[in-house]
């Protein structure tokens, strides 16, 4: 059976063909008559070529300052008492780190994030690539006291550097939403409520539905309403 390729492979390298033979066109190697459109074109990728040269050059150039600067804003927010790492992750939750963690080191060492770059510095990658190298530097350490990660409305603690956040997995408490009294069903039984005004009325233990509307009977008092009247259920308290 033969490889299938996905439509991004086969476009990348439908992509790198055609920037194979603008290479050779732009060596000599290939050469034909143009028409006026085609050389207007090919001139304009020639400059666009030269001006991203110019750009890398410079960004190579602005490095090692870049780098210094980096470092001291790290060390500054360190120094500021942001001890603690957040990083964003893939399923967009956050994982809270340490700063002297090793699993991130390459984040807050600014010479470690710019490793890459710094090793393939000057070499220009050619007209046709942008490849300055900044894709391969390590995202900006998002740095944060202990008071910011609390604040956090969800979190997960690192395994590794196991941070001393107040807990190992915070979740997102939900808004509570309020909602009618006739959709109360015994599903609730045991959840905590409160009134539209913030009163708690603790725990629900039972509720009678009559002709005139519903009483719910919770731990703290009842509370009576009609059908359309709202009571908020606070959100459950995860652990
Ligand atoms: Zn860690």
Redesign the pocket.
């Known amino acids: 059976m033969g490889i299938v390729k996905s439509p991004s492979v086969l476009a990348f390298e439908q992509q790198a063909r055609e920037e194979a033979a603008m290479e050779l066109m732009a060596q000599g190697v290939i050469s034909f008559e143009m028409t006026p459109r085609q050389q207007a074109a090919y001139d304009e990728a020639v400059r666009y070529a030269a001006e991203i040269d110019a750009r890398e050059r410079a960004h190579f150039e602005q490095l090692p300052e870049r780098i210094v600067a980096e470092n001291q804003r790290v060390l500054d927010d360190l120094n500021a008492g942001k001890l603690y790492l957040a990083n964003e992750t893939s399923d967009s939750a956050v994982v809270i780190?340490?700063a002297s963690?090793a699993?991130?080191r390459h984040q807050v060492d600014r010479d470690v994030a710019h490793e890459f770059e710094l090793a393939h510095a000057g070499e220009l990658e050619g007209s046709w690539h942008s490849g300055s190298g900044y894709d391969y530097v390590a995202k900006w350490p998002n740095l944060m006291t202990l008071d910011e990660v609390e604040q956090l409305r969800a979190y997960r603690a690192?395994q590794?550097?196991n941070p001393d956040t107040k807990e190992r997995r915070k979740f997102a408490a939900l808004n509570p939403k309020p909602s009618k009294l006739s959709s109360i069903t015994i599903d609730r039984i045991g959840r905590e409520y409160e009134t539209v005004e913030g009163e708690p009325l603790g725990t629900l233990r039972s509720f009678t539905v009559s002709a005139d509307g519903v009483t719910l009977h919770c731990s703290e008092r009842d509370f009576a309403g009609g059908r359309d009247d709202l009571v908020v259920l606070r959100p459950r308290v995860q652990r």
């Open positions: 780190h340490f963690c699993a991130v690192c590794r550097c």
